[in-house]
């Protein structure tokens, strides 16, 4: 296991605790590259999408604070790590009983939630 020294969420991020990872086709892509040798383990954390609970906010973010579930997707990866920051925009609050979003989060679902936070 990797530590990462510095976990606080910068300018317009959010740092995650895990729950669960949704793994997609892009998290099977990277781990054939990883067992083909073309990627190091230690550069790698699986899972591009995930839910969880907001640990902390950085500045500039709206809409999202600590303690609330949500569901996101990252580009970076870091879902199977057990926590995650993440771009506020690529993250959206689960409302309060709401046990169906975690269980849809796949690439798709993911991308659909992740596009509803923009004005048409």
């Known amino acids: 296991m990797v530590q990462k020294p510095d976990l606080t969420p910068g300018l317009g991020e959010v740092l995650i605790k895990n ?3 949704g793994i997609s086709r892009l998290d099977s892509i990277t781990r054939k590259q990883l067992l083909k040798g073309a990627l190091s383990k ?3 954390i699986l899972g591009y ?3 969880g609970t907001v ?6 973010v709206s809409g999202i604070k ?3 579930k949500v ?3 990252s ?3 870091c879902a199977c790590a057990s926590h995650c920051v993440v771009n506020h925009i690529n993250v959206v609050a689960i409302p309060d009983g709401d046990l169906i979003a975690p269980v849809q989060m796949t690439g798709n679902s993911s991308l659909a939630i992740w596009m509803s936070r923009w004005p048409k």
């Open 19 to 21: 729950t669960a990872v």
């Open 42 to 44: 230690d550069e790698i």
């Open 49 to 51: 999408e995930g839910v």
């Open 55 to 60: 640990m902390e906010v950085g500045k500039d």
């Open 66 to 68: 600590a303690s609330d």
């Open 71 to 73: 569901a996101y997707f």
């Open 75 to 77: 580009p970076s990866a």
